[in-house]
């Protein structure tokens, strides 16, 4: 998959570079991708409470993108199952 970098964008823009439903999972990927330097924030869109209903962005670098979405698949694939749409 190709990241804005790659595409001729901005490598310092941010973008989603991972999407669930559970808060808590998108906490454990930020944390993940930070301890390897990665700079990432959460963007995540309450729905009156509802945790099930919780959409979950964890956000990079476009120059990073490539990189997290390998680590993350690659403990998904180590660690199993998970909730995520990218």
């Known amino acids: 998959m190709a990241n804005g970098h790659e595409m001729g964008g901005d ?16 906490e454990i990927v930020r944390n993940a991708l930070r301890t390897e330097g990665m700079r990432c924030e959460l963007d ?3 729905q009156g409470g509802f ?3 919780v959409e979950s962005k964890v956000l990079g670098s476009a120059a990073d993108a490539d990189r997290a979405r390998r680590l993350i698949a690659h403990h ?5 199952g998970g909730s995520a749409r990218r």
């Open 44 to 46: 995540s869109q309450s």
């Open 76 to 80: 998904r694939y180590i660690h199993g």
């Open 11 to 26: 490598p310092n823009e941010t973008i989603a570079v991972y999407t669930t439903n559970d808060l808590l999972e998108a």
């Open 51 to 53: 945790v099930e209903l």
